[in-house]
């Protein structure tokens, strides 16, 4: 059962740290041109590698260049947390007569983990070799 709560939270954990998206409208900025915006996690490399991926991509769909950035930004969006734990008590009592003597013992042990999430804001144009 520990092993299952384990990979649920690791799980839950890098699931929220998927999200990325490249805005379908372009910006025109002055003094720049046309840039496009890129959000996405940045906490781990695969989620830059991705980035880098996806603007690449949205490049050689829009003239077939390369992506050049133009600003970047990070902003930090909280910790997760998650955490676990368990208490035992243990009870010995007798009774003499009306009353009820005895004592009691609680063990506890827990677990917690928490992980900073990351965003990063990039705004980047399309150039080709002509540019």
Known sequence: MKKILVFIGIFTSLAGCTFAHISSV?????????????????????????????????CKEENGGYPVIVDLSQKDLGVVVLGSGQSTTNVSANSYGNSVYG??????????????NQNQVVLFKCETASD
């Open 103 to 116: 004592t009691a013992t609680t063990s506890s042990y827990g677990s917690a983990n928490a992980m900073r």
């Open 26 to 58: 372009p910006m025109q900025v002055e003094g720049v041109g046309k840039v496009y915006r890129y959000e996405g996690r940045s906490n781990f490399s695969y989620q830059l590698a991705k980035a880098d991926e996806m603007m690449a991509s949205t």
